[in-house]
């Protein structure tokens, strides 16, 4: 496919947006990195993460409000869904990947799209992320639903790949965010939710995988643990809706139980088995005094908030 960029006009058009991007700003300052001892250039990278933390704090109140949208909508049974392409792609489908086994969630609630398909996880795809049309075929695939959420994810902001599937699941009744790391960006004016995290120009220039890729992966993890949170995923800040899938996740299955009720090992194992493993039911069985079917109806009434089914289970 040719986009615009492929063009002389569009070319001329893509050099001129770049050179005002603040992501992509020469720094004259370190054009002697290479000169450096390896100690004072990992000085110099850990200064400069210091920034990001900052830049992520100025944008908070957008972040929470997009996290509060996001929430309705995942408890009507919508689904997150990132799109992005190359580093920000990537940090999309990670942040996916880890919420089934963290969260318990279905691998389809959770969605990772990057520009090019799963190979562009490992190595580059020519000209994925210019694809608007990329973009549309891979929702239409999903088959979005004006409850489903749709967060474009782009350092730049401008990332064609990103922002149609933006403005497109938008057309569609999708709830949307921006996640973009320059001010004034396309992403966040296409979104309902601007996120706009601007961590400055880059330690090597337009290395947007440093600053601004951990600038995206703390606020991806805020939307997705947050989100979880506030639809019941969790029990204070234990993680009762995890998935037992290997050893070390069913020693912290145990240990969850354990922190949450105070119980005996053998209570512990107990109602573990009777469960079927599920940490939330276990959890509801032993402080609630209820057996396990019981207490998977009560989470089921209370859509999967465990406080409200101890509630109901002490009425």
Same mark, same amino acid.
């Given at each position: 496919?040719?986009?615009?960029?492929?063009?002389p006009?569009?070319?001329?058009?893509?050099?001129?947006?770049?050179? =005002?991007?603040?992501?992509?700003e020469?720094?004259?300052?370190?054009?002697?990195?290479d000169?450096?001892?390896?100690?004072d250039?990992?000085?110099?990278?850990?200064?400069?993460?210091?920034i990001?933390?900052?830049?992520v704090?100025?944008?908070?109140?957008?972040?929470?409000?997009?996290?509060?949208?996001?929430?309705?909508?995942?408890?009507?049974?919508?689904?997150?869904i990132?799109?992005?392409?190359?580093?920000?792609?990537?940090?999309?489908?990670?942040?996916a990947?880890?919420?089934?086994?963290?969260?318990?969630?279905?691998? +389809?609630?959770? =969605?990772?799209?990057?520009?090019?398909?799963?190979?562009?996880?490992?190595?580059?795809?020519?000209?994925a992320?210019?694809?608007?049309?990329?973009a549309r075929q891979?929702?239409?695939?999903?088959?979005?639903?004006?409850?489903?959420?749709?967060?474009?994810?782009?350092?730049?902001?401008?990332t064609?790949?990103a922002?149609?599937?933006?403005?497109?699941?938008?057309?569609?009744?999708?709830?949307?965010v921006g996640? +973009?790391?320059n001010?004034?960006?396309a992403?966040?004016?296409?979104?309902?939710?601007?996120?706009?995290?601007?961590?400055?120009?880059e330690v090597?220039?337009?290395?947007?995988?440093?600053?601004?890729g951990?600038?995206?992966?703390? =606020?991806l993890?805020?939307? +997705?643990?947050?989100?979880?949170?506030?639809?019941?995923?969790?029990?204070?800040?234990?993680? =009762?809706?995890?998935?037992?899938?290997?050893?070390?996740?069913?020693?912290? +299955?145990?240990?969850?139980?354990?922190?949450?009720t105070?119980?005996?090992d053998?209570?512990?194992?107990q109602?573990?088995?009777?469960?079927d493993?599920?940490?939330k039911?276990?959890?509801?069985?032993?402080?609630?005094?209820?057996?396990?079917?019981?207490?998977a109806?009560?989470?089921?009434?209370?859509?999967?908030?465990?406080?409200?089914?101890?509630?109901?289970?002490?009425?």
């Open positions: 496919m040719t986009s615009t960029a492929d063009t006009s569009g070319h001329d058009q893509l050099r001129a947006q770049l050179a =005002v991007m603040a992501t992509e020469y720094r004259p300052e370190l054009a002697d990195i000169s450096m001892s390896t100690l250039i990992a000085r110099l990278m850990n200064g400069e993460d210091a990001v933390t900052k830049a704090e100025t944008q908070l109140p957008r972040i929470a409000t997009a996290i509060d949208a996001i929430a309705k909508r995942m408890a009507r049974g919508g689904r997150l990132y799109a992005g392409a190359g580093t920000a792609g990537r940090l999309g489908v990670l942040d990947s880890e919420c089934p086994p963290t969260f318990n969630t279905d691998p +389809s609630q959770v =969605v990772g799209l990057i520009a090019g398909g799963p190979s562009a996880m490992v190595e580059a795809v020519e000209g992320e210019d694809s608007e049309e990329f891979d929702l239409d695939q999903l088959v979005l639903s004006a409850d489903d959420i749709v967060v474009g994810i782009s350092a730049s902001g401008r064609p790949y922002v149609e599937a933006v403005r497109y699941a938008r057309t569609g009744g999708a709830l949307t996640l +973009s790391c001010p004034d960006s992403l966040a004016a296409a979104a309902e939710h601007g996120i706009e995290v601007v961590v400055g120009p090597i220039t337009g290395s947007t995988r440093l600053k601004a951990t600038a995206q992966k703390l =606020v993890n805020m939307l +997705s643990t947050i989100t979880m949170v506030r639809i019941g995923k969790t029990y204070g800040n234990l993680m =009762v809706d995890l998935r037992a899938s290997n050893e070390k996740l069913r020693a912290r +299955s145990h240990r969850i139980v354990e922190l949450a105070e119980a005996s053998d209570a512990i194992e109602a573990l088995a009777a469960t493993g599920e940490v039911n276990a959890i509801l069985s032993l402080l609630g005094s209820v057996d396990g079917p019981t207490a109806r009560l989470l089921e009434d209370a859509h999967g908030h465990l406080r409200k089914a101890l509630e109901a289970a002490a009425a």
